[in-house]
């Protein structure tokens, strides 16, 4: 079984300043790491996928993440955010099995402040 | 290319009454999802379907929600009575295969207020 950690709820941030996201996970498997944004009414949306090779992994909207394997992390970063970055953002684990299922932390809220 | 679509987006109901939300997911799309996101949580499986069979239903509670995925397409989702702690969204997702390399697409959702 995996499970994932978020360790900030909220983030609070002013506009063009830089931002990180933290997640960990944990697994006795190898895994498939994600984050998903989630904006208000609606569905989650992927930003990007760790799956294998290269650590840093770029995503939609200017956001990367790097996988770390010693620290079993996945962190979210974006160099310089927007208002229109304001949203919930998710990181999720897949065991490489054959269900392949989603496990989701519990979200941390990105506020954009002007 | 239509998203997935999910029905009713707000429902609100009293305790021991049933409800039941609907899921079109995207066309060719053979596994479909069900997650629960309780306010403040990130989203929990419920059950998972391949074409029309179950893969994964361990989550899902049995003795008053139910799940049917008739000729792999469309499916329900029912909870039959309701709780209090049954208010959530729940969020229908499908994927090309089974997780993991498929992206996921979700709904918008199906908000549910039990009072």
């Known amino acids: 079984a995996q499970s994932v950690t978020q360790l900030d709820s909220q983030v609070p941030v002013f506009e063009e300043a830089p931002v990180e996201l933290r997640c960990n996970y944990s697994s006795s498997v190898s895994v498939y790491l994600f984050w998903y944004v989630q904006y208000p009414n609606q569905g989650l949306q992927l930003l990007l996928k760790y799956l294998s090779g290269s650590t840093l992994v770029k995503g939609i909207n200017g956001f990367e993440a790097e996988f770390n394997k010693s620290q079993t992390s996945f962190h979210l970063r974006k160099p310089s955010v927007h208002i229109s970055d304001t949203a919930e953002y998710f990181c999720?684990?897949?065991?490489?099995?054959?269900?392949?299922?989603?496990?989701f932390g519990s979200g941390t809220q990105l506020t954009v402040l002007p | 290319e239509a998203g997935v679509a999910q029905s009713p987006r707000y429902k609100i109901i009293e305790k021991r009454q049933s409800v039941a939300f609907w899921c079109n997911p995207i066309?060719?799309?053979?596994?479909l999802y069900w997650y629960q996101q309780i306010l403040g949580q990130g989203p929990k499986l419920l059950i998972q379907?391949?074409?029309?069979?179950?893969?994964?239903d361990s989550q899902l509670p049995k003795d008053r929600f139910s799940a049917e995925r008739l000729k792999g397409v469309d499916s329900t989702l029912k909870i039959q009575p309701a709780k209090l702690e049954d208010s959530a969204v729940y969020l229908c997702?499908?994927?090309?295969?089974?997780?993991?390399?498929?992206?996921?697409?979700f709904g918008e959702g199906s908000r549910l207020t039990v009072l």
């Open positions: 999720a684990v897949s065991d490489r099995g054959s269900a392949r299922q989603l496990t």
């Open positions: 997702a499908s994927s090309l295969w089974t997780g993991g390399l498929g992206e996921l697409f």
């Open positions: 066309s060719g799309h053979a596994t």
């Open positions: 379907f391949q074409n029309n069979g179950v893969v994964d």
